[in-house]
Structure formats: structure tokens, C-alpha cells
């Protein structure tokens, strides 16, 4: 069986939609993942396994194929666990939502007990995904204030991926997260340079920080 789940990447800081497809076969089981993963994401089939199954769900032995469209930009970072995971139980009947998926993005790291962890790069992912026509995106509860800043966004928060599957499932319930974004800008009165966000462009980085440190 095939399964579609989508999420975001980052070029700089620009977000791009990434499909995350995956193909479940018989035979011996293997897991491989294509389209220009670095070291991070080919490591994360071990996280996805040892995360399903620790959430209570034995994982399936299948020969599972994910690929990251499109496949000619290299996708770097941890935030593509969640939609593995989910594409992978999504494509073994493990996952039966009636949600329309094509409209919801799914970020986040998973630890070996199936706990979401927070990722970087949410707020410039988050406001490009609606370009996309996303309207729904799914993160961990340590990125729920980043991703609310952005209005027009539906945020389900969550801590483990079992909440996630339950959720997808109709089995438990997750509010919307929503923040007084007027009341955070008048706590947030300072703005500081930071360049955490910015996945990449190492030489752009550092051209500005020997700008400011006044070697023009």
C-alpha cells in the first residue's frame, strides 16, 4: 500500500512542502529512505522503529520504501520523524483517519519512547506552509507557541506519537492551540539577531558576522 503524509522542509529560510511517500511491500524486511536524506534522517529508521513500538504498536515486518518529494533537494534535520512514523502506519492500517491529509503537516523528532521533541525552524516553516494551502499542521508541545504565531493555521500540539495516533484516530481529542499573539508582541518589544533558524547558508552567516564585527 501507498501512503502520501505531508510536512516542511527549509531551503535558508524559506519552508518547502516535502510528500513524504511511503510504499509497504512483502518479502524480507528492510526499510530504506530515499530522496537526498543526510545522515540524520537516514539514521531516524531507527528511531521510527524503536518510537512505534514503544507506543504500543508492534512494528510491521514489511519492506518499507520512504521517499522525500522532491527528491532533487536534500533534506536535512529531525523534523521529518513524525511523518515517517505516520506515513509508515498510515500505509500499514494502523492509522484510519478520516481527515482530509492533504491539507495537514506533521514536524517533529521522535525519541525512542515515542516522545515528540522540539525542532527548529517551526515559525518560517509553519508561515510558508500556507502557500501550500495547508491548514492544519501538527508539532510538538515544546514548538505550539511558535507555530500559533502564524494566523490561519490550525496547531494540534502534542507530547508522544501515541497522542498523534490516537488523534488521527478520533480516539482522543486535541484542542487547538491558540496564543494572544497582541499580547506577546508587547512582551517581545526586542527583536534579537539570531541566526539558530537558519538552515544552511553558512558562508551568507558568516560574511554578516564579520560585517558586524566591523572586518568589512
Not at 5 to 34: H, K, Q, R
Not at 125 to 136: N, P, T
Not at 169 to 187: A, F, M, V
Amino acid at each position: 500500500m501507498l501512503s502520501i503524509v505531508n510536512s516542511m522542509a527549509l531551503d535558508g529560510l524559506n519552508g518547502y512542502l516535502v510528500e513524504v511517500e511511503t510504499d509497504v511491500t512483502g518479502g524480507l524486511p528492510n526499510f530504506d529512505v530515499v530522496g537526498l536524506p543526510d545522515t540524520s534522517i537516514r539514521e531516524a529508521k531507527e528511531r521510527i522503529r524503536a518510537a512505534i513500538k514503544n507506543s504500543g504498536i508492534e512494528f510491521p515486518s514489511k519492506r518499507f520504501l520512504i521517499n522525500l518529494a522532491p527528491a532533487s533537494t536534500k533534506k536535512e534535520g529531525t523534523s521529518l520523524d513524525l511523518p515517517m512514523a505516520i506515513g509508515i502506519l498510515y500505509a500499514t492500517g494502523k492509522i484510519f483517519t478520516k481527515m482530509d491529509l492533504s491539507k495537514t503537516i506533521f514536524i517533529g523528532e521522535l525519541s525512542l519512547d515515542g516522545k515528540l521533541n522540539k525542532v527548529n525552524g517551526i515559525l518560517p516553516m509553519c508561515v510558508d506552509a500556507l502557500k501550500y494551502g495547508i491548514e492544519r499542521v501538527v508539532v510538538p508541545k515544546d514548538n505550539c507557541k511558535e507555530a500559533a504565531v502564524v494566523d490561519g493555521l490550525e496547531v494540534i500540539p502534542a507530547n508522544y506519537l501515541r497522542d498523534v495516533i490516537e488523534f488521527l484516530n478520533g480516539s482522543k481529542k486535541i484542542e487547538n492551540y491558540n496564543i494572544d499573539i497582541h499580547n506577546l508582541l508587547k512582551i517581545a518589544n526586542q527583536y534579537n539577531e539570531d541566526f539558530s533558524e537558519v538552515k544552511g547558508q553558512e558562508n551568507i552567516k558568516r560574511a554578516l558576522e564579520l560585517a558586524a564585527a566591523g572586518r568589512t
